[in-house]
């Protein structure tokens, strides 16, 4: 299984493991491990982000989030 397949959240593993359940709904251990899970909100841009195509610029997320996004994940 790859992490991301683009424009296919519910398909992507990086979705399932933040969100701690599968595209059917089975349970699995999410992510962070041992941290607290993702901010619904983050979440949300992470699916986005997915069903845009996964873009590997940052106009996918609005200018000034990157950073916080990014720093979630220090």
């Not at 701690?20 to 699916?47: C, F, N, Q």
Request: no cysteine.
């Amino acid at each position: 299984l790859k992490l991301v397949y683009p424009a296919k959240p519910d398909s992507s593993v990086l979705v399932w493991r933040l969100e701690g359940k599968t595209a059917s709904g089975a349970a699995l251990a999410s992510m962070p491990y041992l941290g607290a899970k993702l901010p619904v909100d983050t979440i949300k841009k992470i699916r986005d982000w997915i069903t845009q195509g996964a873009p590997e610029t940052v106009t996918a997320v609005k200018s000034g989030t990157w950073g916080n996004v990014k720093r979630l994940f220090r």
